[in-house]
Structure formats: structure tokens, C-alpha cells
T-cell receptor, first 112, second 114 residues
Framework: EADIYQTPRYLVIGTGKKITLECSQT?????MYWYQQDPGMELHLIHY???????EKGDLSSESTVSRIRTEHFPLTLESARPSHTSQYLC???????????FGSGTRLTVV | GNSVTQMEGPVTLSEEAFLTINCTYT??????LFWYVQYPGEGLQLLLK?????DKGSNKGFEATYRKETTSFHLEKGSVQVSDSAVYFC?????????????FGTGTRLTIIP
């Protein structure tokens, strides 16, 4: 079944650690997105990609980085985690915006 | 630019009550409009959409009509259930103007009490 997967679902990690949040989709979508969702629910676009080797920063400045080496894979990396990075991170993909986005289940990150 | 203004929450209703969550938008051209739902601990799921004026999107008893004259896409349900408790996001896309990203509203938290 075509879907989008995020791992891990939950992560508690110490300050200064390097982490990678995984996002994979099996739908062959070119467009992929990372959102940060604060406790107030609002969604903030932090990175997006329109295809392999294409990545752009989003509307909210983030210390994270992304890569897009394969169509199906769009990982997000934090080189040195800080408590201010504690948030829910949502990955999405799109096969054409008239169809909207398909979202993963999210990764809830806590940095202690 | 594009923007979405959504009814502020939280909204609390009794089971079987009528629901309306207001959404208005600003966009040039002819955007597509969406409602997404986020259940606790989950990502967002597409609830319904409409791609042109006067279209009505519907799913799971929810409905929304694309009103270009009032630039609105209000979400309605005739009789809500406890299982409808979630956060609802209105969104638009404006493909014809090169915008490859959805613009989201700030979300409305809905709680249904038995």
C-alpha cells in the first residue's frame, strides 16, 4: 500500500547529540516537505524538496538540514540537539498540489 | 500572497450538536481548498477538498463548499460524535501561480463531550 513513513515516532535525546529523523514514501512523489508543529498546533514549514538533489529552506528558520538523494527518502538531521528543538516534526509528500499533501504520523522529539 | 484565516478555538460541543468551523482565504487566481484533520498523536489526514468555485467537498459526514464570492470554505457537520474530537486545519494551494506549497490556517481544536 502506498504510504509515507516516519521513524522514530518518539525520541528523547540529550543535549548536544546528533539525530536524524527518517521520512520515506512509496508513492513516487517528487515534492516532499518537513513541518515543525509547536504545542499551539500551528504548522511551520522548515524544509522542502521538489525532487532529487533539490532542497530549499522553508518559512521558519531552522538549524536542521535535509538531503534528497533518492526520490523516496527525505531525512532531516540536527547536528547538535538543544532543548529548543523539542517539537513535533511532520513529513509530507505531494504528487500534485491539486491533490494536497499526504502526511506521515510524525516524530515527537524531546531534547533534555 | 496567499493566506488562510481560521476560526479561533478551542471549540467545545455536545455530542449530536451541529458544527461549523469558519475558514476564509486570500489568494490570487483560482486556488484549491482543503480541510485536514489531526487526531491526537497523529499526523494530518486529508478530510475533504474542492478544486473550483461552487464545488462541495464531503467525507465522513463533513461538508464544505467553495464560495468564491465570499472567499470562504467553512466546514460543517450536522451531528458530531465524540470520535470527531481533533484539530482541524483549513489550507489552500495555488498551483497556477507557481506556488508548490500548501498554505495552512492556524488550526481549530474541537472537543466533543458525551
Amino acid at each position: 500500500e502506498a504510504d509515507i513513513y516516519q521513524t522514530p515516532r518518539y525520541l528523547v535525546i540529550g543535549t548536544g547529540k546528533k539525530i536524524t529523523l527518517e521520512c520515506s514514501q512509496t508513492m513516487g512523489h517528487d515534492k516532499m516537505y518537513w513541518y515543525q508543529q509547536d504545542p499551539g498546533m500551528e504548522l511551520h514549514l522548515i524544509h522542502y524538496s521538489y525532487g532529487v538533489n533539490s532542497t530549499e529552506k522553508g518559512d521558519l528558520s531552522s538549524e536542521s538540514t535535509v538531503s534528497r538523494i533518492r526520490t523516496e527518502h527525505f531525512p532531516l538531521t540536527l547536528e547538535s540537539a538543544r532543548p529548543s528543538h523539542t517539537s513535533q516534526y511532520l513529513c509530507a509528500s505531494s504528487g500534485g498540489l491539486v491533490y494536497g499533501y499526504t502526511f506521515g504520523s510524525g516524530t515527537r522529539l524531546t531534547v533534555v | 500572497g496567499n493566506s488562510v484565516t481560521q476560526m479561533e478555538g478551542p471549540v467545545t460541543l455536545s455530542e449530536e450538536a451541529f458544527l461549523t468551523i469558519n475558514c476564509t482565504y486570500t489568494a490570487t487566481g483560482y486556488p484549491s481548498l482543503f480541510w485536514y484533520v489531526q487526531y491526537p498523536g497523529e499526523g494530518l489526514q486529508l478530510l475533504l477538498k474542492a478544486t473550483k468555485a461552487d464545488d462541495k467537498g464531503s467525507n465522513k459526514g463533513f461538508e464544505a463548499t467553495y464560495r468564491k464570492e465570499t472567499t470562504s470554505f467553512h466546514l460543517e457537520k450536522g451531528s458530531v460524535q465524540v470520535s470527531d474530537s481533533a484539530v482541524y486545519f483549513c489550507a489552500l494551494s495555488n498551483v497556477n501561480f507557481g506556488n508548490e506549497k500548501l498554505t495552512f490556517g492556524t488550526g481549530t481544536r474541537l472537543t466533543i463531550i458525551p
